[in-house]
């Protein structure tokens, strides 16, 4: 017994330390592999593609909408949300029979999982939301975010959890269930959770020091540049390569960073500053831009793109994260 004790400690010892090294613990079969046989079931933002066979007039791409209805010509509005994609399928022929009279096929696949998104934020290397097409457990996320950053703090993540009767955070000891090698108390991850890994303490701070001009979101090259004395904020878009097509230029956020080391958050309407002749206010090295993104369907690509060689914002990104989670 006591032999068996001490192999189960070895064996998380060594997970403990390969997530130290930043490499995450992907060995051996996931929750996801386990539960791959089961259906996907259908959730608002979630991206359908719709094939009709000889009818490719009637293929299309549709997103799932908040009310869990998609549209789809010439049927209208379809409830989608809580079906599973080949029951959809199902109903779509049978509607399309009523209004064509002639007997087709219907495929329907999901592009997109957005309904399943859990948002990691705190002392990963690449935090950020991810979207699955089945849930992984706890582990799994942490290793496809590369493993923990420096002085990421197992022993108390913390994950927070919005139902019908509130918020709740859920803390979790990571590092004791891998030292024991008993992971049954860990909580399985639920859709919407945000899960934060805080720093020891040691390196706190420190992510965010010397940075320049953080330029983020709908952007096409997001990232730090010197921005020397200052620039306003229409040419602070221009050098990070101007705005995408789905950039909201009307909820612009600066967090702005004063001399005396504290922070405040602006919001900026540049549509309506540049319709009155001004370019915005100005920003200084330190200070970030946010540009957030008018269609929320391309909430995984921004963050996605904002994850790219921006080690050096990670306490800055995790402050978005974490709030546009919450609000969501």
Avoid at 21 to 42: K, N
Avoid at 142 to 147: F, V
Avoid at 158 to 187: F, H, K, N, W, Y
Avoid at 284 to 295: A, C, E, I, W, Y
């Amino acid at each position: 017994m006591k032999r068996a004790q001490t192999q189960s400690g070895i064996a998380g010892m060594a997970i403990l330390f390969a997530f130290l090294l930043g490499v995450g613990f992907l060995g051996g079969p996931s929750t996801q592999d386990a539960v791959a046989a089961e259906e996907y079931i259908l959730g608002p933002e979630d991206v359908i593609s719709v094939t009709v066979w000889e009818h490719p007039e009637l293929s299309r791409t549709a997103v799932v909408r908040a009310n869990g209805s998609v549209t789809l010509p010439p049927l209208g509005d379809i409830p989608a949300a809580g079906k599973a994609t080949s029951i959809l399928a199902r109903e779509v022929e049978r509607s399309l029979y009523s209004t064509l009279r002639q007997t087709t096929q219907v495929t329907i696949t999901v592009i997109a999982f957005n309904s399943r998104k859990v948002t990691l934020a705190g002392a990963v290397n690449a935090p950020g939301r991810y979207n699955f097409e089945q849930l992984p457990d706890l582990m799994d996320l942490l290793g496809q975010a590369g493993g923990l950053g420096p002085g990421g703090d197992l022993s108390s993540v913390r994950i927070v959890r919005r139902s019908e009767s509130g918020q709740q955070t859920i803390p979790v000891d990571l590092s004791s269930a891998m030292l024991t090698g008993d992971m049954t108390g860990i909580p399985r991850l639920e859709a919407g959770d945000v899960v934060y890994v805080p720093s020891s303490g040691a390196t706190a701070g420190s992510a965010v020091a010397g940075e320049g001009l953080t330029v983020l979101g709908e952007v096409l090259r997001p990232g730090s540049y010197g921005a020397g004395a200052g620039c306003d904020l229409a040419q602070a878009l221009a050098i990070a390569g101007g705005t995408t097509r789905d950039a909201d230029l009307g909820r612009i956020e600066v967090l702005v960073r004063d001399e005396l080391g504290g922070s405040f958050l602006l919001t900026v309407d540049l549509d309506q500053e540049m319709r009155d002749g001004r370019p915005g206010p100005l920003v200084r090295s330190g200070d970030t831009v946010r540009v957030p993104s008018r269609s929320s369907t391309t909430a995984g690509r921004v963050w996605g793109a904002m994850r790219v060689g921006l080690s050096a914002t990670r306490d800055i990104l995790n402050l978005f994260l974490i709030r546009d989670a919450l609000n969501d």
